[in-house]
């Protein structure tokens, strides 16, 4: 007789854990490697993915610059990335991009993190535009950044990046955006997001 009782038992507590763990949401594995990684949904699964650093190029653009510069315009330069799209592409619905802070400065990393829409050509995506006069004064940074929230979780270790909207078909990349406006990030962590 107990050991039905005790049968029966394990058999409740079995069932219960089964929808509790049903229902209970995803927990984020963090891997031990990697700065940043995408988290998405497709249909009830979750999907991690991780970004690898992509390192854009310098564009002068020195022949346009040498015609503006005959009349006193706008001089040009550009950082992008080769390739039309990004290797990377995402899968399903994105949840989440996490980015690991480390222990250098992790307010200053939280605070120079952001999300940018990259500018696609025929061969290339355009991370940053620069334009200044032409004796060099006056220089801008021109990025697409797309509005994102911050959140440190796993105990300050990561950076929960959320966009404030939904990601529209095109090519995305993170990067550790410095103050300063005359330069740019070493690294984009570029990624694709289809229709």
Known sequence: ML????????????????????????????????????VSSVGNDQVTTVL????????????GNFARAMVYANQKRSY??????????????LEAIYVRLGNDDPETVKNRVSLLSLEPTKDARIA????????G?????????VAITKVEVENGHWLKVTPNAALKP??????????????????????????
Do not use: M, W
Not at 174 to 181: D, Q
């Open 128 to 135: 940053v535009r620069f334009s200044n006069n032409v004796f």
């Open 170 to 195: 095109g090519e995305y990349g993170i990067v550790f955006l410095p103050k300063t406006v005359t330069t740019f990030a070493d690294v984009v962590y570029d990624f694709s997001v289809s229709q």
């Open 52 to 63: 690898h650093a992509s390192e854009p190029g310098y564009n002068s653009q020195a022949g």
């Open 3 to 38: 050991r039905k009782f005790a049968l029966g038992l394990c058999l409740i507590l079995i069932a219960a854990c089964n929808s509790l763990s049903q229902s209970a949401p995803n927990k984020i594995s963090f891997p031990e490697t990697g700065a940043v990684f995408l």
């Open 80 to 93: 992008l990335l080769e390739g039309p799209t990004a290797a990377t592409k995402l899968t399903g619905k």
């Open 137 to 145: 004064g006056s220089l801008k940074r021109q990025v697409n950044e």
